[in-house]
T-cell receptor
Framework: SAVISQKPSRDICQRGTSLTIQCQVD?????MFWYRQQPGQSLTLIAT?????????ESGFVIDKFPISRPNLTFSTLTVSNMSPEDSSIYLC????????????FGPGTRLTVT | GQNIDQPTEMTATEGAIVQINCTYQ??????LFWYQQHAGEAPTFLSY????GLEEKGRFSSFLSRSKGYSYLLLKELQMKDSASYLC??????????FGTGTRLQVFP
């Protein structure tokens, strides 16, 4: 299994500002995933990040709002831009296992509150 | 559209058995996963089913019927630490993981 760390663990931000969340994995992985979990709801995939190419965004999420970087095989960042209170959520990064089951391992999450 | 249904909440007593059901309608099927998520923590992988039948892993078992679009997670000999949310997720035909809203289980002494 992979060990994933995220920074920051939580933040309180003002409306209109941006926050960059970092995700570090202890092994090289092909794909990294960014999810959002709004209060009382389940996980929603924002985008898939591959090293060396642009991220693939899911319906309802756009690059201008959630730019993603993937500079190498162990690291990725997600920026939440021009934040509004509706962006208050937990943001999690994840990677897939490579044992044929492809279960996902999640980072501890970043709890974002926008005031 | 893609839809995964689970009960919102369940309660059970320590030492008992509880079954959490999940029904799904997705664009294709490439496997079903169960995750456990304690409050304030990240989800952790519990089980995986891709063929019909029962998969057993210690106190936890997961069942799948692809023809019925149905799965359940069975927890035996419940412990207080099993109080958590349990998420059902299906991998669709694009290999995207679709999550249900989760079932919050409370175990009482």
């Amino acid at each position: 299994s992979a060990v994933i760390s995220q920074k920051p663990s939580r933040d309180i931000c003002q409306r209109g500002t941006s926050l960059t969340i970092q995700c570090q994995v202890d092994s090289q992985v092909t794909m990294m995933f960014w999810y959002r979990q709004q209060p009382g709801q389940s996980l929603t995939l924002i985008a898939t990040a591959n090293q060396g190419s642009e991220a693939t965004y899911e319906s309802g999420f756009v690059i201008d709002k959630f730019p993603i970087s993937r500079p190498n095989l162990t690291f990725s960042t997600l920026t939440v831009s021009n934040m509004s209170p509706e962006d208050s959520s937990i943001y999690l990064c994840s990677v897939e296992g490579e044992d044929g089951v492809y279960e996902q391992y999640f980072g501890p999450g970043t709890r974002l509150t926008v005031t | 559209g893609q839809n995964i249904d689970q009960p919102t909440e369940m309660t059970a007593t320590e030492g008992a058995i509880v079954q959490i059901n999940c029904t799904y309608q997705t664009s294709g099927f490439n496997g079903l996963f169960w995750y456990q998520q304690h409050a304030g923590e990240a989800p952790t992988f519990l089980s995986y089913n891709v063929l019909d039948g029962l998969e057993e892993k210690g106190r936890f078992s997961s069942f799948l019927s692809r023809s019925k679009g149905y799965s359940y997670l069975l927890l035996k000999e419940l412990q207080m630490k099993d109080s958590a949310s349990y998420l059902c997720a299906v991998r669709d035909n694009t290999d995207k993981l679709i999550f249900g809203t989760g079932t919050r289980l409370q175990v009482f002494p």
